[in-house]
């Protein structure tokens, strides 16, 4: 196996975050998105979606998405499980998961995508061009800030985000909250529950990868 | 069991075919989407984030979405398969699966949130208002052709999908083909090979689900 990744990028980070909790070692290939190196016609042959991470089987299957990635991982090393053991721990991960990654990763995306200057015309991932549109900036803020809020009421009620056991949900938040701190966006003080939960996530060596 | 449902939306329409491919037979509520009973305050305890589907388990618990509703499904009655059986068929379906949702569904969802009446201040789901801007009605018509060509080009090399078979991802792009239709975008004469993939999945019996 071996990754296509971007060590700056919080996209691959998840899934960077989800191999060393389950204590897997997987050599890497780094793609230079800050030289758009995805664009090159090498890559996109390798993933036309032209993003990372990118897993790459030894029988030459390639995954293109943190989804197929993370699932295909948990399948083939199912311990320590991080998409849940029983149905119901199952049913919920993956519930969170999703609200994490669309209330949350997506919100930030979408100010940032919708602003940097390295992305004009690629307002949106992938080859196709789509122009920046300045409202989604202040949308994808305000999303920032009520999925804030949202949080610290998730985290008020259980210590990690999907149940007593740390969860990929915890990753795809951890990696959130980082990649709003692009946008000056933090935790606010007022959301103690939320940082006690920073704070112990982001104490675990996979947070350094 | 019971489901939360809405006949009229695609979402809840999702884990419909999903429970019919399942030979399942889950009791659902109505949750009038047209009449906006999702903002009910009933409803609001049922699901903060105002959607269906919801699905609720005989303890109580409620999984608040696609993802989570199916995946738990899924592992508690895994026959037949509709999230794969190897770690590489559920690799390649949890990746086709985020694709068809992210590039697709939100594609069309995009278009049509932004543009419907019903959807004033509402151009997201959920409680917290969020108003309508035009230029994505554009953007999300023009991400819809994209993916009908890119749905052409997937279904050129493979009967389904994510492979061989039959699977979520080929359920969420059956519905998504059907709502893209609410904005008047259908599969081109020339998608020879998504067309003859369309007829073959929506004369399944799932589909009148």
């Known amino acids: 196996m071996k990754l296509y990744d971007y060590e700056g990028a919080p996209s691959p980070r998840r899934v960077r975050i989800f191999v060393a909790e389950k204590g897997m070692d997987i050599p890497t290939v780094q793609v230079d998105l800050a030289a758009k190196s995805q664009h090159d016609p090498d890559f996109a042959k390798v993933n036309p979606h032209r993003t990372v991470p990118v897993l790459e089987l030894d029988d030459g299957t390639r995954l ?3 989804a197929g990635i993370c699932t295909y991982l948990e399948a083939l090393h ?3 499980a991080l998409l849940g053991r029983t149905p119901e721990e199952k049913g919920l991960i993956a519930q969170w998961e999703w609200r ?3 209330d949350g990763y997506m919100a930030v995306g979408e100010s940032f995508r919708n602003k940097a200057k ?3 015309n690629h307002a949106l ?3 196709v061009e789509y122009a920046q549109i300045p409202e989604l900036i202040d949308r994808g803020l305000r999303r920032t800030q009520q999925f804030f809020q949202f949080l610290d009421d998730v985290l008020a009620e259980r210590e990690f ?5 740390y969860s990929m949900a915890d990753i ?3 990696v959130t909250i980082d990649f709003a701190k692009w946008m000056k966006q933090t935790l606010p003080e007022s ?3 939320a940082r006690r939960w920073y704070d112990a996530v982001n104490a675990r060596p996979s947070a350094r990868a």
Request: net charge negative.
């Open 64 to 66: 293109t998405n943190t």
């Open 78 to 80: 199912p311990e320590p």
């Open 100 to 102: 994490m990654e669309n």
């Open 118 to 120: 390295g992305f004009v």
């Open 125 to 127: 991932p992938g080859p």
């Open 161 to 165: 985000i999907a149940g007593d056991r």
């Open 172 to 174: 795809t938040t951890l």
């Open 191 to 193: 959301a103690v529950h």
